[in-house]
C-alpha cells in the first residue's frame, strides 16, 4: 500500500541483498526496477496490491487493511516469467527450490528479514510510520491517468471530471497537514489520547475507502482505489472498467455506471481526506 512504501524502503536498507554483504536489498531494489517520484526522485518501484490472486486479497479488498506482498521475481529485461515455472505444482518441493531455485535460501533470508525490519518498525513506533502524502502521490498519478485518457469524452457525455480534481486534491491537502501535526508533534510530552487519535485517523484512512454497494456483481471487491480492473489501465478501477464497457456498448446507461463510478470514486477519497483532517 502506498501509506507503507516509506517504511518498506527504511527497512529494506538494513538488509543486505542475497549473496552480498555490501549491497542492501533496497540498493539491488532500485537497480532493477525504479520509477521517478515527484517528491522523491528515483525510487524503487512499488507496485500496487490490485490483484486478488494472494493471500492479502481479503485484507486490502474487502477490508481496507494495509498490507504487505513481499518476492524476489525475474529480471524483467531478461524475461516475462512472474514466478518459477514448478511453482505450485507437484514437482515444487524442498528439494527442488533448495537445489534449483534459491540455493542456501538466501532470498528467502532477505525476504524474512525485510519482513521483520518492516513489522518491528510498525509495532514499536509510537506513531504508526505511515506517510499519507505517498498515498496522495498515488492517487494524483491515478487521476492524471484517467485525465487522460477518459476526460475528453466524458465531456462531450456531459459528465465532470472536476469533483474528482478536486477530492484528490483535498486529500494531497489533508496529507500535508496531518503530516505537518506528526513532524511538529513533541511525541515524548504527547498524551495518550492525541496518539491514539493520530494513529486511528492513519490505521483508518484506508477504509474509508471500502464501498459495499461499488461493485455489485464482485462480492469479494468493495476498495475503490485498489480492486482488481480488467480494463489493464493504471487508474480507478470502476471507471476504467465501466469506461471500457460504455465505449464498446455506446448505450446510454453504460454512461450512466461511468458517472455511478466517478461519483462513488470521488465520495471515497473525499471521506479519506475528512479521515485525515483535524478532529476535535
Known amino acids: 500500500m502506498p501509506s507503507m512504501q516509506s517504511v518498506i524502503f527504511k527497512a529494506t536498507k538494513q538488509v543486505s541483498a542475497p549473496g552480498s554483504d555490501s549491497t542492501s536489498v533496497y540498493d539491488n531494489w532500485i537497480r532493477y526496477s525504479n520509477r521517478t517520484s515527484p ?3 528515483v525510487i524503487p518501484r512499488v507496485r500496487y496490491l490490485n490483484g486478488a490472486g494472494s493471500d492479502y486479497a481479503a485484507f486490502v479488498h474487502y477490508l481496507g487493511i494495509a498490507s504487505i506482498d513481499m518476492s524476489y521475481t525475474y529480471d524483467r529485461s531478461k524475461t516475462n516469467a512472474r514466478i518459477y515455472p514448478a511453482y505450485h505444482t507437484a514437482y515444487d518441493t524442498f528439494d527442488y527450490a533448495s537445489k534449483f531455485i534459491d540455493p542456501g535460501f538466501v532470498s528467502h533470508q532477505a525476504v524474512g528479514r525485510s519482513a521483520g525490519n518492516i513489522l518491528i518498525r510498525l509495532a514499536d513506533s509510537l506513531l504508526l510510520p505511515f506517510n499519507c502524502n505517498d498515498y496522495a ?3 494524483e498519478d491515478y487521476l492524471n491517468t ?4 477518459y476526460e475528453a469524452q ?3 457525455k456531459d459528465i465532470s471530471m ?3 480534481k478536486n477530492a484528490v486534491a483535498n486529500f494531497r491537502r489533508a496529507a500535508e497537514q496531518l503530516d505537518k501535526v506528526i513532524q511538529s508533534s513533541d511525541l515524548a510530552n504527547e498524551t ?4 491514539r487519535k493520530i494513529n486511528d485517523q492513519l490505521m483508518l484512512m484506508d477504509r474509508a475507502f471500502l464501498n459495499p454497494l ?4 464482485e462480492y469479494g471487491f468493495r476498495h475503490v482505489i485498489w480492486a482488481s480492473s480488467s480494463s489493464g489501465k493504471a487508474t480507478f478501477p470502476g471507471i476504467a472498467d465501466a469506461f471500457a464497457q460504455a465505449e464498446s456498448s455506446g448505450s446510454s446507461t453504460d454512461w450512466k455506471k461511468v458517472h455511478y463510478h466517478l461519483s462513488v470514486v470521488t465520495q471515497a477519497i473525499e471521506g479519506a481526506a475528512d479521515m485525515l483532517n483535524e478532529v476535535i
Do not use: C, R, W
Open 39 to 41: 517528491a522523491h526522485g
Open 137 to 139: 502521490e498515488s492517487l
Open 146 to 149: 484517467a485525465v487522460t485518457l
Open 154 to 156: 466524458l465531456k462531450a
Open 162 to 164: 472536476e469533483p474528482l
Open 192 to 195: 495518550p489520547l492525541n496518539i
Open 214 to 217: 461499488a461493485f455489485p456483481d
